[in-house]
T-cell receptor, first 116, second 115 residues
Framework: GAGVSQSPRYKVAKRGQDVALRCDPI?????LFWYQQALGQGPEFLTY????????KSGLPSDRFFAERPEGSVSTLKIQRTQQEDSAVYLC??????????????FGSGTRLTVV | AQSVAQPEDQVNVAEGNPLTVKCTYS??????LFWYVQYPNRGLQFLLK??????LVKGSYGFEAEFNKSQTSFHLKKPSALVSDSALYFC?????????????FGRGTSLIVHP
């Protein structure tokens, strides 16, 4: 598609519920990033994929967070047993390929997760 | 390690006046530097980047930024601010010599342009 698509745009989850957030990157973009943006803060890195390989998951805050990109295109960020501190906007970004970041990173509009 | 600092939480400027949003960075090697803008309830939109070459980089919507290696700064500027420029601005850095794949973002600066 023309841009990075994220769904749902908004998600309200009850504490303890599992959620799945989807990211559909720009076709042909090899690199995919997930960021968490708390209210009034900058994006904080969660995890990075190059194709289907998860090369860095050092930013995932706990083992309740899991991300996958099985076919090297669409990615899903899953949060198990959601807690109130998980409330944030989850941003997905993609870029053409590692080493070609001169083309920039394209962000989706994000998924705003509210845990009640 | 790589990091970026945006020392101002908020910048206020009158419409028509020049604006500057500050950014300083820290890397062990050479940086790629980026500026993004975020409007309410939207994702980040790319404004401009410094990769190599000219220290003065021109980007979207009349914005520009100057890479200053000695001061490790990459301040965002615009000669004449518009009310529609009011938004959140994020600076980001990636240390291309440090082997990091990941851009690090600053906390953001809220730009408010008054009519």
């Amino acid at each position: 598609g023309a841009g990075v698509s994220q769904s749902p745009r908004y998600k309200v989850a009850k504490r303890g519920q599992d959620v799945a957030l989807r990211c559909d990157p720009i076709s042909g973009h090899v690199s995919l990033f997930w960021y968490q943006q708390a209210l009034g803060q900058g994006p904080e890195f969660l995890t990075y994929f190059q194709n289907e390989a998860q090369l860095d998951k050092s930013g995932l805050p706990s083992d309740r967070f899991f991300a996958e990109r099985p076919e090297g295109s669409v990615s899903t960020l899953k949060i198990q047993r959601t807690q109130q501190e998980d409330s944030a906007v989850y941003l997905c970004a993609s870029s053409f390929k590692f080493g070609r970041e001169s083309l920039g990173y394209t962000f989706g509009s994000g998924t705003r997760l509210t845990v009640v | 390690a790589q990091s970026v600092a945006q020392p101002e939480d908020q910048v206020n400027v009158a419409e028509g006046n020049p604006l500057t949003v500050k950014c300083t960075y820290s890397v062990s090697g050479n940086p790629y530097l980026f500026w993004y803008v975020q409007y309410p309830n939207r994702g980040l939109q790319f404004l401009l980047k410094y990769i190599t070459g000219d220290n003065l980089v021109k980007g979207s919507y009349g914005f520009e930024a100057e890479f200053n290696k000695s001061q490790t700064s990459f301040h965002l500027k615009k000669p004449s601010a518009l009310v529609s420029d009011s938004a959140l601005y994020f600076c980001a850095v990636r240390d291309i010599s440090g082997g990091s794949y990941i851009p690090t973002f600053g906390r953001g600066t809220s730009l408010i342009v008054h009519p």
